[in-house]
Structure formats: structure tokens, C-alpha cells
């Protein structure tokens, strides 16, 4: 389904045809793992390290679309979303922000680091009971990430974690779904339900998953030291190939 072009970028589906042949230098490395885990927090821990390693950095996240994110919010608080509008909803948010803020960035020579990526999608759609394939042929205008890390994590963990934090929303504890009979029990169930799937789509596409068990800092040390490989790897296939073939930008 995977189709790449000439600058070593791989579009998941058709891509965005007005795109596909512009150069991406840049990196898309995106943080996975269901509600509550710990991301964004990690990832404003990365953006400084990074910075301090003479990267540029962009960052970019779910339903952060300037065009949709107020409307995505407005229909949210109405809890009356079927899962094709909610789909939809959340792919045109996407689209916005990939053709104008990652595709830039990576043109740029950005590292862009998303907060969430369409394996979210594939997830939460494939829990709400949408047909996958519909799913993924709708995220089909996505660039593939060049690094996905998932933040694993068990239910039982996952659930003081909420609790001491921002607590129980209806949307992360699947009340849509009527999967419970109170807000905790839904919770646990839908929860349950996005890791299982997560899990399988980390064995599908090949995600390193870290343990986000671990205490913030060591959690933060195993991702820097999982990046930091990636761009050992990268920069040094990207001298190899510019040495060989003399091309210049």
C-alpha cells in the first residue's frame, strides 16, 4: 500500500499528489500511545535536548489544526459524534496539518515531532467499530514517519495515573460506546481495548515500543537514546548517498 519517491519518504497510500515529489529532508518522528500515558510531556522534554543538539524542531499534534481544532472541540461537546463524522472530523485535521506544517518543516530540514499520528486513528477507529480499510484508505494522504515510538503501558497503571492527573473525560473513557455502567468502568474497558489494538498495530508497522511505566526521567533517557540511534543511522546513510551520487540541492 506503501508507495515511496525519489527523496526516500514513504507515503502510506496515494499521498498528496501535488507533493510527492518535492525533497524532505527533514525527520517525522511521532510519539504513540492512548490517552493519559504521557506524551506530551516527553515530547517538551525532547524538543529542548534536541534544540541543544543542533536540531531545528517543529511540533506538531491531534485535533492542533487551526482550521479544524475549534470545530472538532465544538462537535465534541455535543457527545453526539457517530464514528463517520468523528473520522472524518479528525482526517481533514490531519490533512490540514500535514500539508501545511510538517510537509514545510520537513522541507525545512525540520525534525517534526507529532503528538499522535494516524496509528491513532487506526486505533480508536478500529475500537468504535469502523471498517479498518475505510480507515486507512481515508488516512492514505499520510507520510509514513521515518521513527514511531509507542509509549506502552497497562491498564492498570494507566488508570492512577489519569486520576492523579486530568481525570476522566467522556470521549477517553469511551462513553460513546456504552461500554460501562459509570465513567470508571468505561474507562477501563475502552482503555483496554486502544492498548490491545495499539499493540497489534506496533507489531504491524513495527513501532519501538518503551515501557512508560518507567519514571518520567528514565522514560525520557530511553526515547533520547532511541532518536539519537535513529539520527546516528540517518545522517550517516544521508552522507553515504550524497557521496555517491554528487547531487547537489
Not at 464514528?83 to 490540514?96: E, H, I, K, N
Not at 499520510?142 to 489519569?162: F, G
Not at 470521549?171 to 456504552?178: P, Q, R
Request: aromatic content about 10%; hydrophobic content about 40%; proline content about 4%.
Amino acid at each position: 500500500m506503501a508507495s515511496r519517491h525519489s527523496h526516500d519518504k514513504t507515503w502510506y497510500g496515494h499521498g498528496l499528489p501535488y507533493v510527492t515529489k518535492k525533497r524532505l529532508p527533514g525527520h517525522l518522528i511521532a510519539i504513540e500511545g492512548t490517552d493519559g500515558v504521557g506524551r506530551s510531556a516527553q515530547i517538551d522534554l525532547l524538543r529542548p535536548w534536541l534544540e541543544l543538539e543542533g536540531y531545528a524542531v517543529s511540533n506538531t499534534g491531534w485535533t492542533r489544526s487551526p482550521l479544524l481544532s475549534e470545530t472538532i472541540n465544538e462537535a465534541k461537546a455535543g457527545h453526539q459524534l457517530t464514528v463517520t463524522t468523528f473520522s472524518l472530523l479528525y482526517a481533514a485535521d490531519f490533512a490540514d496539518r500535514l500539508e501545511h506544517e510538517i510537509l514545510p518543516a520537513l522541507q525545512a530540514g525540520f525534525i517534526v515531532i507529532a503528538d499522535r499520528y494516524m496509528y491513532t486513528a487506526f486505533a480508536r477507529n478500529s475500537v468504535m467499530g469502523a471498517d479498518p480499510d475505510w480507515t486507512r484508505e481515508v488516512f492514505g494522504m499520510a507520510l509514513v514517519p521515518d521513527l514511531v515510538l509507542y509509549l506502552d503501558i497497562d491498564v492498570e497503571s494507566l488508570i492512577p495515573r489519569v486520576i492523579m492527573g486530568k481525570g476522566m473525560d467522556y470521549w477517553e473513557s469511551g462513553m460513546h460506546l456504552a461500554l460501562g455502567t459509570d465513567l470508571f468502568d468505561s474507562f477501563e474497558r475502552y482503555q483496554s481495548r486502544l492498548i490491545d489494538e495499539y499493540r497489534r498495530l506496533s507489531s504491524e508497522f513495527g513501532f519501538i515500543s518503551v515501557d512508560a511505566r518507567l519514571p518520567i526521567e528514565d522514560l525520557q533517557g530511553e526515547i533520547r537514546k532511541h532518536i539519537a540511534e535513529y539520527l546516528s543511522g540517518s545522517n550517516g546513510k544521508s552522507r553515504d548517498n550524497n557521496g555517491a551520487s554528487g547531487t547537489k540541492e
